[in-house]
């Protein structure tokens, strides 16, 4: 078998390998909590319509989130009066925390909300978890078409047409693989996400279950900690599958580098159809604002049934708010100097050619297909066999903070490392080869040359690490308790207890949060500026 041969089947080896080392790891902790009752088989077995409701809400949000993105990049691939405005107010959902959507349509429609559905059709459901699951993962969405639209040579567009080939022949040759290849990258990811996530299933879940939503149950109420582990490797194997490919194009092309992006598209003004575009992404920028309203109101006491005032915003930072604030500031900024220089270190190794390279990358990838809830799945069951022993109630409190840590950077890790090396790949090799020449020594190479050009990359990254750990849910939910409070996880138990005004007025404060970092970093600015 040839090496190139060896190469190519390298990433699914690996995957299979991953997929194996995964159960293994879980196994001991399954055999000792299900013994005697055969809890992690049977608990798999009975979940068929649980798993049908999951793929079935995987597939709606990715194919509505796939259209309307590229819909919503379309318009902001032309020259218009207010494009900025429509683009900031487009990615303005990435400040909210993950279940501000969900959040903000129970305060709209749900049974004391503002706008009580007149047709009697309740928010809670399949419904609203299309509608909030959508509304959410959009920004994500549009920014990743918005990459594809970046990657299309208009260059070469504009020479077909003078040499005569009609437009819309032109886009379909040069224009439209690019896009189909960025359809299905979104479409996937809001797959992956939708069926993952933990957050919306808990606000507007009603009877609805899905596969992330009968985890958090078997944990929460059952205490069925073999059939919530085994539930999460059954949700982990679509994610690792669908990985695949996406990771043998990344091992493929880990052996290229780039010498020059495509020339990106020229905006002109719209035209015919084009301002149907364009009046769809105002409609969604306009969403946008009016949910992210409806949060502000809601922590007034409005559509929540409780009692108007300003005491809710005040309560959420006081007492028991303020020390789970405490603890989600501390532990989302913790993370923070071990995952900058875990993530240069990864990305140097895995830049290098050869094995090591390709199998630090796989790795990665297949560590941010990981389910969220599997990795707090898995850390609930060390922290629990460890603390079984003695001084453990002393202990308890360090190594839940440890844990929840822990899965921060592992959730975190994947991506830092990827933007990472999306720089470092775009620099020649031979200017690799001249700065080892000019400078021996690995450390004074590396302040030179490498680190002025990871650090603008990395100062998003830490920033974009920091918000995602602020709002984090699905990863950590399981490993909060008395000893650790968190404002996100917070924010949900209180409307589980139907104190909608609070769980508003943390998002408030969350939000406010992100929004003053982003003011003070500057990490998102408008398209092609």
């Known amino acids: 078998m ?12 690996w995957a299979a390998l991953s997929i194996g080392l995964v159960a293994l790891a879980l196994l001991p902790p399954l055999q000792r909590a299900g013994a005697g009752r055969g ?26 989130v796939a259209v309307l993105a590229g819909v919503l990049a379309l318009a902001q691939s032309h020259d218009f009066r207010g494009r900025r405005l429509q683009h900031l107010l487009l990615v303005a959902p990435l400040l909210l925390p993950p279940w501000a959507m969900a959040l903000a349509l129970v305060v709209l429609f749900g049974r004391a909300g503002l706008l009580p559905d007149p047709a009697g059709r309740s ?31 208009q260059r070469a567009i504009d020479q077909a047409r003078v040499l005569g080939v009609p437009g819309p022949v032109a886009r379909r040759r040069f224009a439209w693989p690019r896009l189909a290849e960025a359809t299905v990258a979104v479409g996937v990811m809001v797959f992956v996400e939708a069926i993952t996530d933990l957050a919306n299933p808990l606000v507007l879940g009603g009877g609805f279950e899905v596969l992330a939503s009968r985890v958090h149950l078997a944990v929460a109420t059952e205490y069925d900690l073999a059939g919530a582990a085994a539930l999460a490797v059954g949700l982990a194997l679509p994610t690792l599958l669908l990985s695949v490919p996406a990771l043998r194009s990344s091992v493929r092309a880990s052996h290229l580098h780039v010498l020059r992006s495509p020339a990106p598209a020229q905006r002109t003004r719209p035209e015919g159809t084009v301002w149907l575009a364009v009046a769809v992404a105002w409609v969604v920028a306009g969403v946008n604002t009016a949910l992210l309203a409806t949060v502000v109101l809601g922590s007034l006491g409005l559509g929540s049934g409780d009692s108007p005032g300003i005491q809710y915003l005040g309560a959420a930072v006081q007492g028991r708010g303020r020390e789970a604030l405490g603890h989600s ?4 900024l913790l993370v923070l100097p071990p995952l900058a220089v875990t993530a240069v270190g990864l990305a140097l190794v895995a830049r290098r050619s ?23 799945v898995s ?7 460890v603390g079984s022993g003695r001084a453990a109630s002393q202990a308890f409190g360090w190594m839940t903070a440890v844990a929840i840590g822990l899965v921060h950077l592992l959730r975190t890790l994947p991506s830092a490392v990827e933007q990472l090396l999306a720089v470092l790949d775009q620099q020649p090799r031979g200017v690799e080869e001249t700065a080892r020449l000019l400078e021996p020594r690995r ?6 040359h490498r680190w002025p050009l990871l650090a603008p990359v990395m100062g998003q990254v830490l920033v974009t690490s920091f918000l995602r750990t602020l709002t984090a849910v699905s990863s950590v939910v399981f490993l909060t308790n008395s000893h650790v409070a968190l404002s996100s996880v917070r924010a949900l138990s209180q409307i589980d207890v139907g104190h909608v005004a609070g769980s508003c007025a943390t998002a408030v404060w969350l939000s406010a949060l992100g929004l003053l970092v982003v003011a003070a970093c500057r990490p998102v600015r408008p398209t092609g500026e």
């Open 379 to 385: 850390l609930l069951l060390v922290v629990n066999q």
């Open 329 to 332: 500031l501390a532990l989302a």
């Open 123 to 153: 928010i809670y459901g399949a419904d609203g978890l299309l509608l909030a699951g959508s509304l959410q993962m959009l920004p994500l969405g549009y920014l990743g078409m918005l990459v594809g639209r970046r990657g299309v040579d």
């Open 354 to 376: 050869g094995a090591c390279g390709q199998v630090v990358r796989a790795s990665l990838w297949l560590l941010g297909t990981l389910p969220g809830v599997l990795v707090g």
């Open 2 to 13: 040839t090496a190139r041969r060896v190469a190519s089947r390298a990433p699914v080896a």
């Open 39 to 64: 809890a992690a088989l049977s608990t798999l077995s009975a979940q068929a319509p649980v798993l049908g409701n999951t793929v079935l809400l995987g597939l709606g949000q990715a194919a509505a």
């Open 443 to 448: 450390g004074r190479r590396f302040v030179a």
